[in-house]
């Protein structure tokens, strides 16, 4: 069974930082990997999708980079903003299930 | 463009009791799914539907039941409530693009059993 993890799971951050959040999978037959935003009491926001074939993918501040073969993802947020705070959260397919990690709340502090 | 939506936002079942719960996406997505969130244990599936007329089981499918008679819908039943049921619950929904498969999410609905 996919396994998926998240760390840190908190995170805490002056603003302007840039930083990086982890997620691991024990299964490399992935066929993407999809990066989601969740604010307090709302549903999930899709940030960034990596599909297998690709090393990584870029939107504004973030950038999310895969390495399939050794089960890691991470996600690069540059210049944080006290609006970035939310939780995040990794997952992975194998095409017809979805795995997710617990995923890393993260403050950036004004 | 409405996206997902989920119907109802809230709702307080007694144990034992039964409801529907209807997820519908306007996207003309293939794959549709159900996830119910808990503190400290992620999202964790419920069950899933890769077609109209189509279902299949999560991680987690005892206790609900599912339907895909359109494709825009997916309804997802809780017979005989329980409290380990109070959760969140989300729909989802992805087209069958390739290796894409990205996932778009309904807004949730929260589910308290007493």
């Known amino acids: 069974k996919q396994e998926v993890t998240q760390i840190p799971a908190a995170l805490s951050v002056p603003e302007g930082e840039n930083l990086v959040l982890n997620c691991s999978f024990t299964?490399?037959?992935?066929?993407?990997l999809q990066w989601f935003r969740q604010d307090p009491g709302k549903g999930l926001t899709s940030l960034l999708l990596?599909?297998?074939?690709?090393r990584e993918q870029t939107s504004g501040r973030l950038n999310a980079s895969l390495d399939k073969s050794s089960g890691r993802s991470t996600l690069y947020i540059a210049a944080s903003q006290p609006g970035d705070s939310a939780t995040y959260l990794c997952?992975?397919?194998?095409?017809?299930?979805?795995?997710f990690g617990t995923g890393t709340s993260l403050t950036v502090i004004p | 463009n409405a996206g997902v939506t989920q119907t109802p936002k809230f709702r307080v079942l007694k144990t034992g009791q039964s409801m529907t719960l209807l997820c519908a996406q306007d996207?003309?997505?293939?794959?549709m799914y159900w996830y119910r969130q808990d503190p400290g244990m992620g999202l964790r599936l419920i069950h899933y539907?890769?077609?109209?007329?189509?279902?299949a089981k999560g991680e987690v499918p005892d206790g609900y039941n599912v339907s895909r008679l359109k494709k825009q819908n997916f309804l997802l039943g809780l017979e005989s409530a329980a409290p380990s049921q109070t959760s969140v619950y989300f729909c989802?929904?992805?087209?069958?693009?390739?290796?894409?498969?990205?996932?778009?999410f309904g807004p949730g609905t929260r589910l308290t059993v007493t």
């Open positions: 997952a992975v397919t194998n095409g017809n299930q979805f795995y």
């Open positions: 299964d490399s037959a992935i066929y993407n």
């Open positions: 990596i599909q297998s074939s690709q």
């Open positions: 996207m003309n997505h293939e794959y």
């Open positions: 539907s890769v077609g109209e007329g189509t279902t």
């Open positions: 989802a929904s992805a087209p069958r693009q390739g290796g894409a498969y990205e996932q778009y």
